[in-house]
């Protein structure tokens, strides 16, 4: 939980206060229906702590994703819980919501809690709820190989959602970068996209709604003045809330008493790495943008691809050796352009 300290002070530090606060907040009121994410000044660049706290950030929801993926695998290789993974994620904002929650208390006090208004919260819960079934159903109907593409689409659609919604526009280098990136990732994809059209739709329909989930995380932290913990601690629980409707169509009730306890651990252990997992993506998304968010997920893609190809003992291909330079250099070059852009 230390770890968290620095870079909350820094990401909250107008917001400090001995005492933990609950106000009630309400949108701020805008003369114009969209929402304006660019400053007209000239940008700054951003300082080497900057740098280096967003660097940290990044390296974290790294790390979490990794341990949260192998955790998973080890829970889901059980049995019951096989068919409980919307329980399972339901759990894992529970354990972000707690984590948060205890950030706010004595002796750690890292940001105030502040209470949002839920209906001003519906439509960024609703897509979080949208794109984990959409996702899960994408990987049921489609290959992996498939499922993997459609991710990458997560990117492109980011940037044509900002464009179409808010006019807002990157430069030619960063969108130079940007189709690198997934060419690059394309590349690396050994399974062929053989796929039925109803997977396809399904398909679709979850890289949008991951796409509109993360954009609206932007724009919440921006009509609200919060921080990124400060919308977390709201949307984790109202999130839970809108899932249970879903649980009982999607998931079998396990019985806990015979499941083994090292897979209980794990499950315990799964729920820290997501809670990792998920501030680490508020914060990098509110110290630079979604985009960013993706390039950071499609690298994360390509060592895992890699690591997995590295126990196998597999031996990569030119083609895919490519696409692994490529995919590196361009998300090297984005998060440097992006960043300098902030």
Partial sequence: MGQFLPAFKDIDEKRQSSEVVLDQVSPRSSTTSLPQFEKSDVATPPSVKDQIITAAWIFLNTISTLGLIFLSKRVFNDAQLHSCQLLVVMWHFMATGLVLYIATRSPFRTFKAIRLSPWHLVPVCGFFAAYVILGNLSLTYNSIGFYQLAKVMTTPCVVLLNFILFRKTITRYMLAAIIAIC???????????ETKFFGVIIAIMAFTSTALYQIWIGKKIEDFD?????????????????????????????????????????LFASGIMASLFNLSQFLIIGRTSALTFNVVGHLKTILILSFGWYSEGTILTPKEICGVLLALGGGWVYSHLALSRK
Avoid: E, Y
């Fill in 183 to 193: 060419i690059g990732v394309a590349l690396t994809i050994r399974s062929s996209a």
């Fill in 226 to 266: 919060v921080s990124p913990p400060q919308l977390l601690l709201n949307q984790a629980p109202l999130s839970v809330l809108l899932l249970i409707p879903f649980a009982p169509f999607l998931d079998s009730l396990p019985d806990i008493r015979a499941i083994p306890n090292d897979v209980l651990l794990s």
